[in-house]
């Protein structure tokens, strides 16, 4: 087998995808390679456009039909190539294997059927049971995931539930067959701040208790730190940091992920007695446009590290310390600089 | 939901009510006089005042909406002035063929509408969406009575398949009286058809692209399941209404499909009736038909409870 380290359950490769739109071909994801262990929760975080929704779909092929496409690439799981299977291979794969919760619990769930059908039909669909027992199997992933007096509400439609409520039928779906890989899209951003931990929490339970791999997509910093054990940041399109949780929150080395880091809100108690409040610090200038091939760096326009070798060559991943991956020609004058 | 329809029910006696007014008063307001045509040519005005006396045409306007209205109420709608029958007898003779054509136009058109807009959405801006969406245009372009005579002339005289015109009773047989639906069932219910697969397409393009939709495919669900229970049930609140609506156009259609095909049925008794101006039978003719269109309507928006859990009544 290989070294040390397992052979990995979920090995994505140099995956670009590209929407083919009016406005030219926009290249959503362009070249990305992350691996997923077993039981292992992956971050991947970035701002809005930045392709990490796109990377989760692609894993599922579930990219908008004649829109996006996966150009080149491969998604492995458990060393089955996914990008060219079959149509209905992939179908059997989907909500088994591989299951995704979505940001919008609103309305991801279909409203004209109850949520014990739309857990059930998942059951049935994968694990080959009958509808009497599939609907066993509602109630007691409803169970699962706290929804009080389960017996009763499988028969309840999905505008009966709250946001909160409904993410939990959600997850119950995502659950209802064990899959290996768990892909949660924004799954707390609709929600509000209590709801979100509560979900955090469940998510972190029930994956403890199914030994299932979570990839968790955010832009929240506050998310990823409280439930990843390695992160990815995405940028543009690229992967551009990819570290251990800890290490990254000590030590960013992208000048991006500095950025964000500095983004996030913090309490200044000191300042706040003096009666001054700190604004918050915005990363400048915006996400360059995707339709248009990007020279350099895609991070350099917005960069105050950035030199000429920047704006006219891509920086390829170097792993400064050992298990950190950053993309920049500078990480290792940053680094020395912010640690010195 | 039994209460609902209870109160609806209910509710249909001021919309006949108001119904029957309007139909009283527009008729005779309507230039046109029954006794002149009695009378013939050759008759003198003094032949035509004994006929409206006769008739009781010549009385005031409300004391013939009383009397008419008071009969109305028993169950009674008058005695056709031509033919001498009771206008309840005339209509009961003329029903069957008028109900089997309409529900034929309607199952036939339903059940291939429903599935090409279904197909145009899944399809959508392939080949075949745009052959289905090109059916429709065409459908919605081509006048009953055109459909009618090319179908006769391919069918009927060219191939010989079917027969040319005439309506076969269903005591007489299934097998003849089918035969005898199937033209001017396709001739009638092409608009219906075209109409329903339009918006069947419309409703259906917009739930497809729901978040819900992509959450069923996150399920590896059969494309069938997805399409026909997690995005039609979603999409059917539109097309139900659009069914309903179109039973309105049917029953314009009826009129011109039995005179195109010789069918008599309440359409050609409507024909015949107006032309001549019997009072009494248009008037029993369009509140049958307007009593058909408030049940349809009040199955429609009942249905409406069936399909969205959201809707309560």
């Known amino acids: ?340 | 939901m039994i209460a609902y329809i209870t109160r609806r029910l209910l509710a249909t006696v001021p919309v006949m009510l108001t119904v029957g007014v309007f139909v009283f008063f527009l008729l005779r307001i309507a230039p046109g006089d029954p006794a002149a045509i009695i009378a013939g040519d050759n008759a003198t005005s003094q032949d035509i005042e004994n006929i409206r006396g006769k008739l009781g045409l010549d009385r005031p306007m409300i004391e013939q909406f009383v009397h008419w209205s008071w009969r109305l109420l028993q169950g009674d709608l008058g005695i056709s002035i031509f033919s001498n029958l009771p206008v309840t007898t005339l209509i009961a003779q003329r029903m069957e063929p008028t109900i089997a054509l309409t529900i034929s136009t309607l199952m036939v058109a339903v059940a291939l509408a429903i599935p090409m807009g279904v197909l145009a959405a899944w399809k959508a801006r392939t080949l075949v969406d745009r052959l289905v969406m090109g059916f429709a245009v065409l459908g919605f372009a081509v006048p009953v009575f055109v459909a009618g005579y090319v179908l006769i002339y391919i069918f009927s005289v060219q191939l010989g398949w079917l027969p040319v015109q005439g309506y076969r009773p269903i005591g007489e047989g299934f097998w003849p009286f089918a035969q005898s639906l199937v033209l001017p069932s396709i001739a009638l219910g092409t608009t219906y058809c075209a109409l329903i697969a339009r918006i069947t397409r419309a409703s259906m393009l917009e739930v497809l692209s729901q978040d819900y939709i992509r959450t069923a495919e996150s399920k590896g669900l059969a494309q069938r399941r997805v399409l026909l229970l997690h995005a039609l049930k979603n999409a059917a609140v539109p097309i139900v209404t659009v069914i309903g609506i179109g039973i309105a156009l049917l029953i314009s259609g009826v009129v011109i499909t039995e005179t195109v095909f010789n069918i008599p049925g309440l359409g050609r008794l409507t024909v015949d009736a107006v032309l001549k101006r019997d009072y009494p039978i248009v008037q029993g003719l369009i509140l049958v038909f307007a009593f058909a269109k408030v049940l349809v309507n009040l199955t429609v928006d009942v249905s409406y409870a069936f399909l969205d859990p959201r809707i309560r009544y």
């Open chain 1, 1 to 340: 087998m290989q070294r040390n380290q397992p052979a990995p359950l979920l090995e994505v490769d140099n995956l670009h995808c590209h929407f083919f739109t009016l406005d030219g071909v926009v290249r959503a994801v362009d070249g990305v390679s992350f691996s997923l262990q077993r039981g292992e929760t992956l971050g991947i975080v970035g701002e809005s456009g930045c392709g990490k929704s796109v990377t989760a779909m692609s894993i599922l092929r579930l990219l908008p039909k004649g829109l996006g496409r996966i150009v080149d690439g491969s998604v492995k799981l458990e060393g089955r190539e996914l990008t060219t299977l079959g149509d209905a291979d992939m179908r059997s794969m989907r909500g088994h294997q591989v299951s995704m919760i979505f940001q919008e619990p609103m309305t991801s769930l279909n409203p004209v059927l109850t949520v014990g059908l739309q857990i059930a039909e998942n059951v049935e669909r994968h694990l080959n049971v009958g509808r009497k027992a599939a609907m066993e199997r509602a109630v007691e992933m409803l169970r699962l995931v706290k929804i009080p007096d389960a017996e009763r509400r499988v028969n309840d439609y999905p505008h009966q539930f709250s946001g909160g409520m409904r993410q939990r039928v959600m997850i119950a779906i995502a659950l209802s067959c064990n899959p290996q890989v768990l892909i949660a899209d924004e799954p707390t951003t609709a929600l509000d701040v209590t709801i979100q931990a509560q979900i955090l929490d469940l998510m972190l339970e029930l994956k403890q208790k199914l030994n299932t791999a979570i990839i968790m997509i955010t832009h929240d910093l506050g998310v990823i730190a409280e439930t990843a054990q390695r992160v990815l940041v995405m940028y543009a399109g690229r992967k551009v940091e990819e570290a251990p949780v800890v290490e990254l929150f000590q030590r960013p080395l992208h000048p991006y992920t500095q950025g964000l880091m500095r983004a996030r809100p913090r309490l200044d108690v000191e300042a706040e007695e003096q009666g001054r409040r700190p604004r918050l610090q915005e990363i400048q200038g915006m996400v360059p446009a995707l339709n248009r091939p990007i020279l350099g760096c895609a991070f350099a326009p917005r960069c105050g590290y950035a030199t000429d070798r920047c704006r006219s060559e891509a920086p390829g991943l170097t792993e400064p310390v050992p298990g950190h991956l950053v993309a920049c020609w500078e990480a290792t004058k940053i680094a020395g600089m912010g640690h010195a």
